[in-house]
């Protein structure tokens, strides 16, 4: 079993939708992470999660936005969003950020289409 | 700039056959480290392995091997054996100690063995 669980695994939204996907780690870490992964593109960072506060920001959209209620749970809004949006967000920790190269953790994705 | 290059873009071998997935690095810390996941159909990437800039020791897990030349700045790994269970994409990646949190990813290699 993963130490980073994602909810929904699977969505799929309308462009007028609001939805949330779901992040919780069970690895005591203290940074939590947001990527998109698109077909044929890299991966790409979209938020970073330090002791609850964000601490990356990169360019993302604002019909993305996120929450971090505490070090364990992260929460990824959708709203309005557009079919080009539809990916797998993953969602990961690690210890703390790049000093110390701590390893990141990912969970399984959730996979959304966005119709 | 940091980044890594992943230049085979799909492999296919058959079953049994050793394979060699290349990574090619660019920094300018002295201080950095470097990963490999797997990613299988199922979408989670699994950490495999981390290996700091101070240690060049080649390691082996099972039938994975993994060989860190500093000089060609190169992080090449090995399955031998090849089993269908392998079949994944795998991606290379580097942070620098002075990175924060950005984990810098290689595109990927998306790897095939026939059974």
């Known amino acids: 079993e993963t130490g980073v669980t994602q909810t929904p695994r699977h969505l799929v939204m309308g462009m007028t939708n609001k939805k949330s996907l779901k992040c919780e780690q069970h690895?005591?870490?203290?940074?939590m992470y947001w990527y998109k992964q698109s077909a044929k593109k890299p991966l790409e960072l979209m938020f970073v999660?330090?002791?609850?506060?964000?601490?990356e920001n990169n360019s993302v959209p604002s019909r993305f936005s996120p929450e971090c209620p505490n070090s364990s749970h992260l929460f990824l809004h959708l709203h309005t969003l557009q079919p080009e949006d539809s990916a797998l967000y993953l969602c990961?920790?690690?210890?703390?950020?790049?000093?110390?190269?701590?390893?990141?953790?990912f969970g399984e994705g959730s996979w959304l289409t966005v119709v | 700039a940091q980044k890594v290059t992943q230049a085979q873009t799909e492999i296919s071998v058959v079953e049994k056959e050793d394979v060699t997935l290349d990574c090619v690095y660019e920094?300018?810390?002295?201080?950095?480290?470097l990963f490999w996941y797997k990613q299988p159909p199922s979408g989670e990437l699994v950490f495999l392995i981390r290996r700091n800039s101070f240690d060049e020791q080649n390691e082996i897990s099972g039938r994975y091997s993994w060989n860190f030349q500093k000089s060609t700045s190169s992080f090449n790994f090995t399955i031998t054996a090849s089993q269908v269970v392998d079949s994944a994409v795998y991606f290379c990646?580097?942070?620098?100690?002075?990175?924060?949190?950005?984990?810098?990813f290689g595109a990927g290699t998306r790897l095939f063995v026939k059974a």
């Open positions: 990961a920790s690690s210890q703390d950020g790049g000093a110390s190269g701590n390893t990141i953790y």
């Open positions: 999660y330090s002791l609850e506060e964000r601490v």
């Open positions: 690895l005591g870490h203290n940074a």
């Open positions: 920094t300018r810390d002295t201080t950095y480290y």
């Open positions: 990646a580097l942070i620098e100690d002075t990175g924060g949190f950005k984990t810098i």
